[in-house]
C-alpha cells in the first residue's frame, strides 16, 4: 500500500494519449485513460484539458466538452475527479456537472495568490464543498502576488493559504492540499527543489496545520533527465519527501512509485545531489545549481 494519495495526471493533455483523445474528442479513450488509473491504484484522477506548448486550446472548446467529458469518465470508473486548471469559469462549469452521487468529494486545483477570480473561486470551493490545493509557490503581497524566494516565504504563503481556506470557505485542514512547487533536479539554479523540501518540514513543525495534506507535481522532478532513470529519480525524491511530511502525490500510476530504501544508489545520488545545491561560503545558489546538476548526471 502506497504512503501516500496519488493523484493520476495521464488526462492532461501534456502526455500523447490525453492529446490525441481532445483532439478526437473521443470520450471512450478518456474512458480508457480513467480506468486503466483507476485500477492501477489512483484515489483521484486529475482531469486537465487546457492547452500546452504544442497545442493551442480555446477556453470555449474546453467548456463546450466539460458536459460530455465528465458523465463520461464517472461512467467508467466512481474515483474522484481533481480539476486542474487556472480559470475559475472552467471549475464553475464542471463542478456544475460533476455527480457527487456516483463519486466522492472532488479536488479543486488550484487557488493561489495570483488568480484573477481568487474570490469567485473560493465560493466555488465552499459551495460544491471540494477538496482543495492551493498552490504555496507564491505568496500573498500589499500589490497582490509575488513568486516565493525562499522556505520561509513557501510556509507564509502556506499558512496564508490555510487560514483563508478555513475562513472563506469552511474547510477544515484535512481538507487542504498545500502543493509547494517542485523544479526539475538537472536544471534547478534556484534551488527550489531544497526550498519545496524545506517548506514542508516547516509546515509539518507547525501543530497549528496539523491535518494540512502536502502535494507535489512528481513529474516535474525528472523532467529533462532520460527516460530510463526518470522513474528511479522519481522514487528517490518521494523518498526524502514523505519522510519530510509530503503525503499526496500528482504522478503517472503506471510507474511503479514507491519509497526506497536509504541505501539505494538513486536515493544517495540524489541526496548528494540536493547538498550539493546548497550553497557552500562564497558559492552562489547558480553555481550550487550546476552542482547539484552534475551530480544528478552520474546516474545516466
Sequence with gaps: MRPFKLIGELMNNSFARAA?????????????????????????????IDGTQSMMVKPQEMYDFLPELIPAIQ??????????NPSYEFHRRALEV?????????????????R????????LVAEYDTLVIGMASEKFTTEGSAQCLSADDVYGAAQDLAQLLLDKTNRKYDQIIIDPGLAPVGADTYGLVNMG?????????????????????????SFGTPKEIREGLESAFLTLAVDAGLDFVLG??????QLLDRDDRYVQIVSEALECGRPAEGETQ???????????????
Design 20 to 48: 490525441r483523445a481532445w483532439k478526437n474528442r473521443d470520450l471512450s479513450a478518456y474512458q480508457n485513460l480513467a480506468k486503466l488509473q483507476a485500477d492501477l491504484g489512483a484515489n483521484y484522477l486529475t482531469l486537465n
Design 75 to 84: 461512467e467508467a470508473t466512481s474515483i474522484p475527479i481533481s480539476f486542474d
Design 98 to 114: 460533476y455527480d457527487r452521487s456516483k463519486s466522492d468529494r472532488p479536488i479543486l486545483n488550484s487557488v493561489a495568490a495570483s
Design 116 to 123: 484573477p477570480q481568487l474570490d469567485e473561486m473560493l465560493e
Design 197 to 221: 523540501l524545506d517548506a514542508i518540514r516547516l509546515i509539518r513543525s507547525n501543530p497549528d496545520l496539523d491535518g494540512v495534506h502536502i502535494s507535489v507535481g512528481l513529474t516535474n522532478f
Design 252 to 257: 503517472n500510476p503506471e510507474k511503479n512509485l
Design 286 to 300: 547558480e553555481d550550487a545549481g550546476f552542482c547539484q546538476a552534475a551530480k544528478i548526471m552520474e546516474l545516466f
